[in-house]
């Protein structure tokens, strides 16, 4: 090897090197190294997206704000919701079931019945000390604040279709 050739090796000592190499593989139970397979490159690139990344940015964009605009729908939903449930328990309790026809209707019914059964729980509730619903409220704002930590910092798994 001292030889000036800056310590490389021949190719027959490659080779020699290679085939002990291989042997000691062998003799351990290790498998054999299997050439890759035909059009390797060809099925990678097929499954690349076909449109360009400014294009799939602007789709991710897209759906997210999509989600976005659902999740304020469906929280400006409940608010009001819960607005007109209050008003039908603390104010008046036809107010609720005239918004769906009348008390004389079904669903207004429904609703009026729910109004009602309601009144005595907030009553309950309302019987509370008000130190007791600040720590609850504080609570459940600070649990909902960590749990809404944990979901967002958790990185979704991506999986290939061959592991599906």
Do not use: C
């Not at 190499?21 to 099925?43: D, H, I, M, S």
């Not at 309950?124 to 909902?144: D, H, K, M």
Request: a positive charge.
């Amino acid at each position: 090897m001292g030889r000036g050739n800056n310590n490389e090796l021949s190719e027959a000592e490659e080779r020699a090197a290679h085939e002990t190499f291989q042997a000691l593989l062998e003799r351990y139970g290790e498998p054999k190294t299997l050439n890759p397979p035909v059009n390797l490159a060809a099925r990678i690139t097929s499954q690349l997206p076909n449109a360009r990344p400014a294009e799939i940015l602007r789709r991710e964009r897209r759906r997210l704000l999509g989600r976005s605009l659902l999740l304020w729908a469906i929280g400006l939903t409940w608010l009001v919701l819960s607005a007109l449930g209050l008003w039908g328990i603390m104010v008046d309790s036809s107010l609720p079931a005239l918004l769906v026809g009348g008390p004389q209707t079904a669903l207004g019914h429904v609703v009026l019945a729910i109004t009602l059964a309601a009144k005595p729980l907030f009553a309950l509730f309302s019987s509370i000390n008000l130190l007791v619903w600040v720590v609850g409220l504080v609570t459940v704002i600070a649990l909902g604040w960590a749990w809404w930590k944990m979901l967002t910092q958790v990185q979704p798994m991506v999986l290939s279709r061959n592991q599906l």
